[in-house]
């Protein structure tokens, strides 16, 4: 990351910075967060560690948003404690969790559709040459750079004078990647960056995942597709209606005990139950409850159940 | 634990980096000239084109310099307020209170400086100091609040419009400022602000200048500057743009402090070349600030236009303006002929966001 000499600061502070390899870079302790008096999140534990993808699954409305806006600056904690490098934080803007390295990519991707691909690329953290009164934007340098860390990340455009609104979803989605990898990210947070892509657009956002991970980057997978999360993921996490359900690493939790989970088990059953009131609704192929949970109910180490 | 093999592969292949410059292939590039048509600044330079021939054919004294140099001279008091406006415009506001803003500060000025006896360059300072102010609290309004610009900058024009006339009246028991050309410093702001000197044996009123002397700073800080780009991004999407670390906030007030010095700045010319400040007047300027900035090709939603369209939207306002007179029509028919520019324009803006953004 030696490139981004110039384009702002996130460069700087990873240079002068090289925390311990094997702890978190990211650490949430009994966090927790209240909109007047709804509680949407509360004791999260959550630890991100370099060279990890940690899947954060739930359901709409499990609070995984509320999350992704804590740690990413747009939102503050009122419970509990956020840590980056073990020192507790309060970040108050996105700019703030960005100078310490935590870039995230939204599910609205955060870029402006009718601005060219290269402008976007650089949004916020310009590089710009001369000085003051004629200080201006290094147009050639820009240009150049971001098509060599499109190219770098596989992503092939024609123009990057084409307003970023005419790419497809996918293509845009690694372009938000490529960006947040570029300006020095050590966390990467990415909010479902598979939900509007195909199949084969998601293999690629995927890949691009993979990537990160392979650079070295911490990074938080927020989904609510359990085969997404299994095929990259080396820890999860499940989110459900505000607290955390499930918090097992990859070896300690199969895709079918993350699927149950993730489908709300018991709640299943439940459902199965009331279905079996309706005339036409055939329960008899469904799963019994004790199926539902079994796995659940013998709790290896490391997974801790609420 | 088949998932886990299927991941394998995906995890070592990271992206390959292609050799060389390999391209995409699938985008074809259009020819020049549709690409230069889905400017707006180049359709809008075309329409000011056919205003302009329509007028030098049905209107002869037009085909004469000095008329050119009162058409150019109406354009620049027009286009001084919409360079600003446009760009706040782009920013994705707007501001309805820019026309009386005009007046306000041309009071201010005028009046601080006689009933006080100061020099007019204290009036001068004031009044820009105002003008600011009026800008500031416009943005900082609509940044705070998440109110539509619409409705704040609506209640800034209904209070200036009314504060002008009140205070007028207050202060000089009439419905006008008081002559201030014997005062001190008045020779000298007028030098600066409403001069004119002779090209080619034509009269040429120094407003053209800044009119075009602004458009150049603001199309260069458009496109070559940070503030420019944020100034797109602001408009585009303002959301996208707070997530990556743009200063929204300081965006947005800034733009609207920028009209306030638009407006200041031809209040001012307004008052040195004249004397003297009519309190009612400014009412309906706003709209065609906006609208020249509209039909400069400036997206009403924000995120999308240039510097330069609306000076082709300005002159095309004040050929018409001018136009009009010089074919010895009725003047009545300037809003109608604004009105009907205007629908063009937005039609036009609407088919080239509908382009750009298509996937």
């Known amino acids: 990351m030696t490139s981004t000499n110039g384009t702002g600061t996130h460069?700087?502070?990873?240079?002068?910075?090289?925390?311990?390899?094997?702890?978190?870079?990211?650490?949430?302790?009994?966090?927790?967060?209240?909109?007047?008096?709804?509680?949407?999140?509360?004791?999260?534990?959550?630890?991100?560690?370099?060279?990890?993808?940690?899947?954060?699954?739930?359901?709409?409305?499990?609070?995984?948003?509320?999350?992704?806006?804590?740690?990413?600056g747009l939102h503050q904690h009122t419970e509990g404690e956020?840590?980056?490098?073990?020192?507790?934080?309060?970040?108050?803007?996105?700019?703030?969790?960005?100078?310490?390295?935590?870039?995230?990519?939204?599910?609205?991707?955060?870029?402006?559709?009718?601005?060219?691909?290269?402008?976007?690329?650089?949004?916020?953290?310009?590089?710009?040459?001369?000085?003051?009164?004629?200080?201006?934007?290094d147009i050639e340098r820009m240009k150049k750079t971001a098509d060599e860390e499109l190219r770098n990340m596989g992503i092939v455009l024609d123009d990057l004078e084409q307003p970023i609104g005419t790419l497809s979803g996918g293509q845009r989605q690694c372009v938000a990647i490529a960006r947040a990898v570029y300006f020095g990210a050590r966390v990467l947070i990415l909010d479902e960056p598979t939900a509007a892509l195909g199949v084969k657009q998601s293999g690629v956002v995927l890949k691009y995942i993979a990537a990160a991970r392979e650079r070295g980057l911490g990074v938080i997978f927020i989904t609510h597709n359990p085969h997404h999360a299994y095929?990259?993921?080396?820890?999860?996490?499940?989110?459900?209606?505000?607290?955390?359900?499930?918090?097992?690493?990859?070896?300690?939790?199969?895709?079918?005990?993350?699927?149950?989970?993730?489908?709300?088990?018991?709640?299943?059953?439940?459902?199965?139950?009331?279905?079996?009131?309706?005339?036409?609704?055939?329960?008899?192929?469904?799963?019994?409850?004790?199926?539902?949970?079994?796995?659940?109910?013998?709790?290896?180490?490391?997974?801790?159940?609420? | 634990m088949s998932m886990a093999q299927q991941a394998e592969p995906a995890v070592t292949t990271p992206p390959a980096s292609g050799p060389g410059k390999e391209t995409d292939g699938r985008t074809a590039e259009r020819p020049l000239a549709l690409r230069l048509l889905a400017r707006p600044e180049v359709g809008v330079f075309l329409g000011a084109v056919a205003v302009y021939v329509f007028f030098l054919i049905s209107a002869p004294p037009v085909r004469d310099g000095s008329s050119m140099a009162n058409i150019l001279y109406q354009s620049s008091t027009?286009?001084?307020?919409?360079?600003?406006?446009?760009?706040?415009?782009?920013?994705?506001?707007?501001?309805?209170?820019?026309?009386?803003?005009?007046?306000?500060?041309?009071?201010?000025?005028?009046?601080?400086?006689?009933?006080?006896?100061?020099?007019?360059?204290?009036?001068v300072i004031v009044a820009l100091l105002v003008s600011l102010a009026v800008?500031?609290?416009?943005?900082?309004?609509?940044?705070?609040?998440?109110?539509?610009?619409?409705?704040?900058?609506?209640?800034?024009?209904?209070?200036?419009?009314?504060?002008?006339?009140?205070?007028?009246?207050?202060?000089?028991?009439?419905?006008?400022?008081?002559?201030?050309?014997?005062?001190?410093?008045?020779?000298?702001?007028?030098s600066i602000f409403a001069s004119s000197?002779?090209?080619?044996?034509?009269?040429?009123?120094?407003?053209?200048?800044?009119?075009?002397?602004?458009?150049?700073?603001?199309?260069?800080?458009?496109?070559?500057?940070?503030?420019?780009?944020?100034?797109?991004?602001?408009?585009?999407?303002?959301?996208?743009?707070r997530a990556v670390g743009v200063p929204v906030n300081f965006t947005k007030i800034s733009l609207f402090m920028l009209v306030g010095f638009g407006a200041w700045f031809l209040g001012m010319h307004q008052l040195f070349s004249f004397n003297t400040v009519q309190s009612g007047e400014g009412v309906g300027s706003e709209l065609i600030y906006i609208s020249a900035a509209v039909i400069g090709g400036c997206l009403l939603t924000g995120g999308a236009g240039s510097a330069i369209g609306p000076v082709f939207g300005a002159f095309m306002f004040g050929m018409v303006q001018q136009g009009i007179v010089?074919?010895?029509?009725?003047?009545?028919?300037?809003?109608?002929?604004?009105?009907?520019?205007?629908?063009?324009?937005?039609?036009?803006?609407?088919?080239?966001?509908?382009?750009?953004?298509?996937?």
Not at chain 1, 235 to 258: C, I, K, P, Q, W
Not at chain 2, 94 to 123: K, R
Not at chain 2, 201 to 207: D, H, L, R, S, Y
Not at chain 2, 334 to 356: D, P
Request: aromatic share 10%.
């Open chain 2, 197 to 241: 000197f002779e090209v080619g044996g034509v009269n040429v009123k120094i407003t053209i200048v800044y009119w075009l002397v602004f458009a150049a700073i603001a199309t260069w800080v458009l496109l070559r500057t940070k503030y420019g780009n944020w100034i797109f991004a602001v408009g585009g999407n303002k959301d996208s743009a």
């Open chain 1, 11 to 72: 460069g700087a502070v990873l240079m002068d910075k090289v925390p311990d390899k094997d702890a978190p870079l990211v650490e949430l302790r009994n966090a927790g967060k209240s909109y007047g008096n709804i509680r949407a999140l509360y004791e999260v534990d959550l630890k991100v560690f370099p060279r990890q993808v940690t899947c954060v699954l739930g359901d709409n409305g499990a609070g995984k948003s509320t999350l992704i806006k804590i740690i990413s």
């Open chain 2, 78 to 123: 027009i286009g001084i307020v919409t360079i600003p406006v446009a760009l706040l415009m782009i920013g994705g506001e707007f501001d309805l209170s820019s026309g009386v803003a005009v007046i306000s500060s041309a009071l201010t000025a005028s009046m601080l400086s006689y009933q006080l006896t100061l020099n007019v360059w204290a009036g």
């Open chain 1, 82 to 137: 956020f840590l980056v490098d073990g020192e507790p934080v309060r970040f108050s803007t996105p700019r703030e969790a960005l100078d310490r390295g935590i870039a995230t990519v939204y599910q609205d991707l955060a870029v402006v559709p009718l601005m060219p691909v290269w402008r976007n690329f650089f949004l916020g953290s310009e590089m710009t040459k001369g000085p003051w009164p004629i200080r201006r934007l």
């Open chain 1, 231 to 306: 095929m990259v993921g080396d820890h999860f996490s499940v989110l459900r209606l505000g607290t955390m359900e499930l918090n097992a690493s990859r070896d300690d939790v199969s895709l079918e005990e993350l699927t149950n989970h993730m489908a709300g088990g018991t709640e299943l059953a439940a459902l199965k139950h009331e279905l079996a009131q309706v005339r036409g609704v055939d329960v008899e192929e469904l799963p019994e409850e004790e199926d539902l949970t079994a796995p659940v109910a013998t709790p290896s180490e490391g997974k801790t159940l609420k």
């Open chain 2, 326 to 359: 010089y074919a010895g029509w009725n003047a009545d028919w300037f809003r109608a002929f604004l009105g009907v520019m205007l629908l063009g324009a937005v039609l036009i803006n609407l088919w080239v966001s509908r382009t750009a953004t298509r996937r």
């Open chain 2, 135 to 190: 800008g500031f609290f416009n943005g900082w309004m609509v940044v705070k609040t998440g109110l539509p610009s619409f409705l704040v900058t609506l209640g800034t024009f209904l209070i200036l419009q009314g504060a002008n006339l009140a205070v007028t009246r207050l202060v000089t028991g009439d419905v006008a400022t008081d002559n201030i050309s014997d005062m001190d410093g008045f020779d000298q702001a007028k």
